[in-house]
């Protein structure tokens, strides 16, 4: 799976690459296009020392671990959100004729290596954030965790995404309030958002396990919202548990598509 | 090497059910070249993508080289080759020998095999000069060269054609036909082709299936095709009959 | 949405632009399950950028001149301008057409390009107002609670800082689709002119809070006419005629620049054939 997947994306990047003044170009604004979500971090601790009691570099922290897990599936990931441009223009099919999983191909479909520039903006900023915050190495460990369960997690949510447009074809957009949603949703700490909305991406959609779980223990942090301690280490439960429901729902998705030819 | 029976697929459009194939049955035995025919909306295209697993049928079976397309269809992927007409089967924005290097990992075909079979097809498709050219750039009838050839480099027992020849010209169409008659005799592979070229029937094929609202109309050779129309009927004719004909009972 | 028929006697009556208008409107109104499912993305990230404000006024109340309540609401408002002023960039569809050779016959038309493609893109920012932007708003008023500007006056105001918005916007996205007439790969300028958009229009956060020099600059500059000034007006926080005179300002530049832009590319298309 893995052989094929890296033979579609190597593909993909050898012809992208025929043109490397764009590819270039493209790497350098796709990391200009994520720093703006940090700009405005900057911005809003240009006018405050603390934000919901967490400080800047806390929050870049939370920022790096999610962008981090969230470019790496933009990367990997995210062209699955192509299903219903798919249909409608009735290449799916395409997917289904070929002997590997249709995910998989949909995943790698035009797979976009400048997207690379992203990843390492993500990566520079939870460096430096880790760097700057003195944080008790013994709960280190707890950082590439949480990136790897943030990956699943935004993994599934992406297909997900691709499964809801087997039904919601004329509608795609709507599921970048969940994708994209869920990244701008994990770069803050969840103090600040209405309880209500902390639960359910808690016990409904588990987003607060990307980063704000994982998190407050490598940070060393107690929930500001009261949740207990063994809350902390369920983050890898929680994303296997979404990515069995996103595989569920991408072959209900399938069996839909197949149903109904379109 | 195909089976349906009793194979029907149903829709629901607007809350009432729309049989788009009912109680089809028919086998195509190895080796055989088979032209599937029909008015527009009559069920070819319901019925090929019943045979490549793209659509599950509602009700009786479905056998292609022994595997049930619904539940294996992954399995079946390597043993049949399908080409769309309409649409390519090939990567839009990618060079044509990259679409194959893509394929032969796809299909897991061994690079020694996966060389000649190519050089093969290269030949006689006559791919040389556009090979490194992407898809997006080719003519038409360049285009359904490459399918064709991205259609049969895993050596596949079954191909499925659908409408390989609409929009070509006078020129890439007899190539093509050429090309398919000689890989039916030389290699016995098992051809379905629909079309509405009747001259894609009369050159190719020496059984032909008439389908029309869902089920069969007529299942045989060419001769007995012409013989349930009247002495000095072209063949445009005897279908237009059997289109209209059906139509009215 | 149905098609009336329009007869011609009824054409000549109406305009030529009023009908561009009215198509561009149309033309739009067709995609409605997109547009409801735009309204709910739009809607979705204006109530978690409204947390994000939330916290920071929480921590610094009255900043920027803005109660927390003023900050919910230009937050929703921002929200509500994204379709209809098209902030992450394109809605002209005059790329496509300069690839395709297609603008040569956009160019031998006797209405000016310029002005054509603005009538038609007034009347896709007016239906995007309704299906986008009314939406978010609504939600920002059930959800927190929003500021309604009261008086005419200040309606009066906001919809003509709107209006002009709209325009401005129009010039800058007008410029950036021209610019591909000389450009091989024109994704690069239209990711640009997306972050350019984004940061300095005060789409992301209000350009008072910018630090120091940056904020000042940020005011000065076309983009603020897109976002900020509209959103102050609509709050009561801006003198409404030197608003409005900043935005006709850039509003009459850009039209300008693409008007010299226009001449440009008929130059290179009618003259050197593409």
Same mark, same amino acid.
């Given at each position: 799976?893995?052989?094929?997947?890296?033979?579609?994306?190597?593909?993909w990047?050898?012809?992208?690459?025929?043109?490397?003044?764009s590819f270039?170009?493209?790497?350098?604004?796709?990391?200009a296009t994520?720093?703006l979500?940090?700009?405005?971090?900057?911005?809003?601790?240009?006018?405050?020392?603390?934000?919901?009691?967490?400080s800047r570099?806390?929050?870049l922290?939370?920022?790096?671990?999610?962008?981090l897990?969230?470019?790496v599936?933009?990367?990997?990931?995210?062209?699955?959100?192509?299903v219903?441009?798919?249909i409608k223009?009735g290449?799916f099919?395409?997917?289904?004729i070929?002997?590997?999983?249709a995910?998989?191909q949909?995943c790698?479909?035009?797979?976009?290596?400048?997207?690379i520039?992203?990843v390492?903006?993500?990566?520079?900023v939870l460096?430096?954030?880790v760097?700057?915050?003195?944080?008790?190495?013994?709960?280190?460990?707890?950082?590439?965790?949480?990136?790897?369960t943030?990956?699943?997690i935004?993994s599934?949510?992406?297909t997900?995404?691709?499964a809801?447009?087997?039904?919601?074809?004329?509608?795609?957009?709507?599921?970048n309030?969940?994708?994209y949603?869920?990244?701008?949703?994990?770069?803050?700490p969840?103090?600040i958002?209405?309880r209500?909305?902390?639960r359910?991406?808690?016990?409904?959609?588990?987003?607060?396990?990307?980063?704000?779980? *994982?998190?407050l223990?490598a940070?060393g942090?107690?929930?500001?919202?009261?949740?207990?301690?063994?809350?902390? $280490?369920?983050?890898?439960?929680?994303?296997?548990?979404?990515?069995?429901?996103?595989?569920?729902?991408?072959?209900?998705g399938i069996?839909h598509y197949r149903?109904?030819?379109? | 090497?195909?089976?349906?029976?009793r194979?029907?697929?149903?829709?629901?459009?607007?809350?009432?059910?729309?049989h788009?194939?009912?109680?089809?049955s028919?086998?195509?035995?190895?080796?055989?070249f088979?032209g599937?025919l029909?008015?527009?909306?009559?069920?070819? =295209?319901?019925?090929i993508k019943?045979? /490549?697993g793209?659509?599950?049928?509602?009700?009786?079976?479905?056998?292609?080289?022994g595997?049930?397309p619904?539940?294996?269809?992954t399995?079946?992927a390597?043993?049949?080759g399908?080409?769309?007409?309409q649409?390519t089967?090939?990567w839009?924005d990618?060079p044509?020998?990259?679409?194959?290097?893509?394929?032969?990992?796809?299909?897991?075909?061994?690079?020694?095999?996966?060389? =000649?079979r190519l050089?093969?097809?290269?030949?006689?498709l006559?791919l040389?000069a556009?090979i490194?050219t992407?898809?997006r750039?080719? =003519?038409l009838?360049?285009?359904m060269?490459?399918?064709l050839?991205?259609?049969l480099?895993?050596?596949p027992?079954v191909l499925?054609?659908?409408?390989?020849?609409?929009g070509?010209d006078?020129?890439?169409k007899?190539?093509i036909r050429?090309?398919?008659?000689?890989l039916?005799a030389e290699?016995g592979?098992?051809?379905?082709?629909t079309?509405h070229?009747?001259?894609?029937?009369?050159?190719l094929?020496?059984r032909?299936?008439?389908?029309d609202?869902?089920s069969?109309? &007529?299942d045989?050779?060419?001769?007995?095709?012409?013989?349930?129309? !009247?002495?000095?009927?072209s063949?445009?004719d005897?279908?237009?009959?059997?289109?209209t004909?059906?139509?009215?009972? | 949405?149905?098609?009336r028929?329009?007869t011609p006697?009824?054409?000549k009556t109406? !305009?030529?632009y009023a009908?561009?208008?009215?198509?561009?409107?149309?033309?739009?109104?067709?995609?409605?399950?997109a547009?409801l499912?735009?309204a709910?993305?739009?809607?979705?990230f204006?109530?978690?950028r409204?947390?994000i404000?939330?916290?920071?006024?929480?921590?610094?109340p009255?900043?920027?001149?803005?109660d927390i309540?003023d900050?919910?609401?230009?937050c929703f408002?921002t929200q509500? &301008?994204?379709a209809?002023?098209q902030?992450f960039?394109?809605?002209?569809?005059?790329?496509?057409?300069i690839? =395709?050779?297609d603008?040569?016959?956009?160019?031998?038309r006797?209405?000016?390009?310029?002005?054509?493609?603005l009538?038609?893109?007034?009347?896709?920012?007016?239906?995007?107002?309704?299906?986008r932007?009314? *939406? *978010?708003?609504?939600?920002?008023a059930?959800?927190?609670?929003v500021?309604? !500007?009261?008086?005419?006056?200040?309606?009066?105001a906001f919809?003509?800082g $709107?209006a002009?918005?709209i325009?401005?916007?129009?010039?800058?996205?007008?410029?950036?689709a021209?610019?591909? /007439?000389?450009l091989?790969d024109?994704?690069?300028?239209a990711?640009?002119?997306m972050?350019l958009?984004? &940061?300095?229009?005060?789409?992301m956060?209000?350009?008072?809070?910018f630090p120091?020099?940056?904020a000042?600059?940020a005011?000065?500059?076309?983009?603020a006419?897109?976002?900020?000034?509209?959103t102050?007006?609509?709050?009561g926080?801006a003198?409404v005629m030197?608003?409005l005179a900043?935005?006709?300002?850039?509003?009459?530049?850009?039209?300008?620049?693409g008007a010299?832009?226009t001449?440009?590319?008929?130059?290179?298309?009618v003259?050197?054939?593409?």
């Amino acid at each position: 799976m893995v052989s094929i997947y890296a033979r579609l994306a190597w593909t993909w990047t050898r012809a992208a690459a025929a043109y490397p003044g764009s590819f270039v170009l493209m790497i350098v604004l796709g990391f200009a296009t994520t720093a703006l979500d940090v700009a405005v971090i900057l911005v809003v601790f240009a006018n405050t020392t603390t934000l919901a009691g967490f400080s800047r570099d806390e929050v870049l922290f939370l920022y790096g671990t999610a962008s981090l897990a969230f470019t790496v599936c933009d990367m990997f990931v995210s062209n699955i959100d192509r299903v219903s441009q798919h249909i409608k223009a009735g290449t799916f099919d395409t997917f289904l004729i070929r002997p590997v999983s249709a995910w998989l191909q949909l995943c790698a479909d035009r797979f976009n290596a400048n997207r690379i520039g992203r990843v390492l903006q993500a990566g520079l900023v939870l460096g430096y954030a880790v760097a700057a915050l003195d944080l008790d190495w013994r709960r280190a460990w707890m950082i590439p965790v949480m990136v790897i369960t943030g990956i699943v997690i935004f993994s599934a949510l992406w297909t997900l995404a691709g499964a809801v447009q087997f039904v919601l074809t004329d509608a795609p957009e709507l599921v970048n309030a969940f994708t994209y949603g869920g990244h701008q949703l994990t770069q803050y700490p969840l103090s600040i958002y209405a309880r209500d909305l902390v639960r359910s991406v808690t016990y409904v959609l588990p987003l607060a396990f990307v980063n704000w779980q *994982p998190g407050l223990y490598a940070l060393g942090r107690d929930d500001p919202l009261g949740t207990p301690e063994f809350m902390r $280490f369920l983050g890898p439960a929680a994303a296997l548990a979404l990515a069995l429901a996103a595989a569920l729902a991408w072959r209900q998705g399938i069996r839909h598509y197949r149903s109904t030819g379109s | 090497m195909i089976e349906l029976d009793r194979a029907g697929r149903s829709f629901k459009v607007q809350r009432s059910l729309v049989h788009a194939v009912r109680d089809l049955s028919f086998t195509v035995s190895p080796g055989e070249f088979v032209g599937y025919l029909g008015p527009n909306g009559a069920g070819k =295209s319901t019925t090929i993508k019943m045979l /490549c697993g793209i659509l599950t049928p509602t009700s009786g079976t479905v056998r292609v080289a022994g595997l049930d397309p619904s539940r294996k269809r992954t399995t079946l992927a390597r043993r049949i080759g399908v080409v769309f007409g309409q649409r390519t089967t090939l990567w839009w924005d990618l060079p044509l020998a990259d679409s194959f290097e893509l394929i032969r990992h796809l299909y897991k075909v061994d690079r020694a095999a996966f060389r =000649s079979r190519l050089a093969e097809l290269a030949d006689t498709l006559d791919l040389g000069a556009f090979i490194r050219t992407p898809v997006r750039q080719l =003519s038409l009838g360049q285009r359904m060269r490459g399918d064709l050839a991205a259609a049969l480099l895993h050596a596949p027992d079954v191909l499925v054609l659908d409408e390989p020849t609409i929009g070509l010209d006078v020129v890439s169409k007899a190539g093509i036909r050429d090309f398919l008659k000689r890989l039916n005799a030389e290699r016995g592979t098992t051809v379905l082709l629909t079309t509405h070229d009747l001259g894609d029937i009369e050159r190719l094929c020496r059984r032909v299936m008439l389908i029309d609202h869902g089920s069969l109309a &007529f299942d045989g050779t060419l001769g007995d095709l012409m013989a349930t129309a !009247p002495d000095q009927s072209s063949i445009e004719d005897v279908v237009a009959r059997l289109y209209t004909g059906s139509g009215a009972t | 949405m149905g098609h009336r028929v329009i007869t011609p006697r009824r054409c000549k009556t109406i !305009p030529l632009y009023a009908r561009l208008v009215r198509y561009g409107f149309r033309k739009h109104a067709t995609y409605v399950a997109a547009a409801l499912a735009g309204a709910f993305t739009n809607s979705v990230f204006g109530i978690l950028r409204a947390y994000i404000l939330i916290a920071l006024w929480q921590a610094r109340p009255g900043l920027a001149g803005y109660d927390i309540t003023d900050a919910i609401t230009y937050c929703f408002v921002t929200q509500a &301008f994204i379709a209809p002023m098209q902030l992450f960039g394109g809605g002209l569809g005059i790329p496509e057409r300069i690839r =395709s050779g297609d603008i040569a016959l956009d160019l031998v038309r006797p209405a000016p390009l310029q002005a054509w493609t603005l009538a038609e893109d007034v009347g896709r920012a007016a239906y995007l107002f309704l299906a986008r932007g009314i *939406p *978010p708003m609504l939600v920002g008023a059930v959800v927190f609670g929003v500021v309604v !500007p009261g008086g005419p006056g200040r309606w009066v105001a906001f919809l003509t800082g $709107f209006a002009l918005a709209i325009v401005v916007s129009f010039g800058w996205r007008y410029l950036i689709a021209l610019s591909v /007439c000389w450009l091989v790969d024109d994704r690069g300028v239209a990711v640009l002119s997306m972050v350019l958009t984004t &940061f300095f229009s005060g789409m992301m956060v209000p350009l008072h809070i910018f630090p120091g020099w940056l904020a000042d600059v940020a005011r000065s500059l076309p983009w603020a006419a897109m976002v900020q000034l509209p959103t102050d007006l609509y709050l009561g926080k801006a003198p409404v005629m030197e608003t409005l005179a900043f935005q006709a300002f850039w509003a009459a530049v850009l039209l300008g620049l693409g008007a010299l832009g226009t001449r440009a590319i008929r130059h290179k298309v009618v003259i050197q054939g593409g």
